[in-house]
């Protein structure tokens, strides 16, 4: 925002001072990237927020008694969608940088600290990744819990999300390895009717499965029980681990039984045959992808199937995966993506007159926003700036020494920016991020939590 210190301070203490269904903040000035096909780019334009909800986007909007925010300088941005995190394991970030295969991951972190965790090590490793998803931009993250082993655990994941204020979809499941309550997925019940009631409200419970049983036994593994007990709680399904021919194999058994379809998310989809991307398409089941965990770590064919999935009529959301390995930002995931595939598509175009396919910055942003919004069963209240949607968006600052001049606001947004740009977050319209800064945040505390939370789980011999 083009707005000094003591300015934004008056200004965030006039937007807070209000009642939050009282409450409307114009930004003015800026250059709106909505990410809504109808509206695409608007220059020097402005965007009015009241309440919890997007109202008005265009030029010379009558601000009325709303405060002012001169975003002249800035791109607005909708607010970044993760489709798919372990965020318990925050607190052993990059433990394993250069972790070599799935089996490594599996070995260490699930059947090895994953086995120790408290429900207080939940808290604190989903607190963790939640904020630095609002500190880098991501406005709403798909939390893959896989670490459900009471149903304590599982409200200490919930609770994490509910303090940090972020968009949080809280998918459960129960663990790969050692001692726990065999709750899941009963314990689905107790938790909707618990945290999430209502519809209209900032998170949502999905079912967390396996594609099959090759890791931890058929108890996890996607099929018709687990379908059910989806269907009757009326919540979508997260499957993750879909990798190759045996994933291929269990999809075109999950079609046969009628239990593909939009609600349905398959996560990494890395070296799947035709077959399974066939059946996908015409049940339209959503994808997500992990371009970082997929390259770095090798997953099958180590390649995201952003080319796959676009052949078969799908635009994937984009993902995270697991901090122990990976970066935290969605910035990083949409370069890695935007790099291999035009890579891989210039090089099958080399030495011959084909034309490469190549995807584009605009290609990325959208799955980073509305794809992702899509693919989390959220495609109606966020992902783009759109006049009814819910206020999750971001401002960027486009004349930082790294961004400026502005010239094309996409591109500075997927190639330019990162976290130190964003100079403010709004999440349902409440201001997560201001100046630069996260807040309501006791960082003191909070690194204190997380150091004494890592010495536990790192001293503590698996259970």
């Known amino acids: 925002m083009n707005v000094n210190d003591t300015t934004s301070a008056a200004v965030l203490d006039r937007i807070r001072c209000r009642p939050a269904d009282e409450r409307r903040i114009l930004f003015t000035g800026a250059t709106i990237v909505t990410m809504d096909p109808a509206l695409g780019v608007l220059h020097n334009a402005d965007l009015l927020v009241e309440g919890d909800t997007i109202t008005a986007i265009g030029p010379n909007i009558d601000p009325g008694d709303a405060v002012v ?24 970030r990059r433990i394993m940088p250069d972790v070599d295969d799935l089996g490594a991951y599996v070995m260490s972190t699930l059947a090895g600290h994953a086995t120790v965790y408290r ?21 709403t993250m798909l939390d893959f819990s896989h670490n459900s082993r009471t149903p304590e655990h599982s409200d200490a994941a919930v609770e994490a999300l509910r303090g940090t204020g972020i968009r949080g979809v809280h998918a459960s499941m129960g663990p790969h390895f050692g001692d726990w309550d065999k709750q899941w997925p009963g314990d689905l019940t107790r938790l909707k ?17 396996l594609a099959t049983d090759e890791i931890a036994g058929p108890t996890l593994a996607y099929g018709p029980d687990l379908a059910c007990v989806a269907k009757d709680l009326g919540i979508g399904v997260s499957v993750d681990a879909v990798f190759g021919k045996a994933s291929s194999e269990a ?25 399974a991307w066939k059946a996908m398409g015409e049940t339209g089941t959503t ?26 009529g799908i635009r994937p959301g984009l ?9 935290s930002d969605m910035f990083t995931q949409m370069r890695t993506l935007h790099a291999i595939q035009r890579m891989r598509a210039v090089n099958a ?13 605009h290609d990325v942003l959208d799955f980073a926003t509305l794809q992702g919004a899509r693919t989390n069963g959220l495609e109606g209240v966020t992902g783009s700036l759109t006049s009814g949607k ?19 606001p996409i591109g500075t947004v997927v190639l330019g920016s990162d976290a130190r740009n964003i100079s403010a977050v709004l999440v349902n319209g409440e201001v997560r991020k201001w100046n630069g800064q996260v807040l309501d945040v006791d960082l003191p505390a909070l690194r204190r939590e997380v150091h004494a939370s890592r010495e536990y789980v790192l001293n503590t011999p698996a259970a």
């Open 390 to 408: 819910k206020a999750d968006l971001l401002v960027i600052r486009a004349e930082d020494l790294n961004n400026m001049p502005l010239n094309d």
């Open 349 to 361: 175009a080399h030495g011959t007159d084909g034309q490469p396919a190549r995807i584009t910055t």
């Open 119 to 139: 429900p207080e090590d939940m808290y604190i490793g989903t607190k963790l990744a939640a904020l630095t998803a609002i500190d880098s931009g991501i406005t």
């Open 69 to 92: 925010v001169d975003a002249s300088g800035s791109v607005l941005s909708p607010g970044f969608v993760d489709t798919h995190r372990h965020a318990w394991e925050a607190q052993l």
């Open 319 to 327: 993902s995270i995966d697991v901090e122990v390995a990976l970066a």
């Open 193 to 209: 009717e618990r945290y999430f009631s209502s519809d209209d409200q900032l998170l949502t419970l999905r079912l967390a499965t």
């Open 251 to 275: 999809i075109l058994r999950w079609a046969e039984d009628g239990i593909l379809n939009p609600d349905v998310t398959l996560i990494h989809a890395t070296g799947l045959t035709s077959e």
């Open 287 to 312: 994808v997500a992808l992990a371009p970082t965990s997929d390259a770095q770590i090798g997953l099958e064919t180590a390649i995201p199937a952003v080319d796959e999935a676009l052949s078969a």
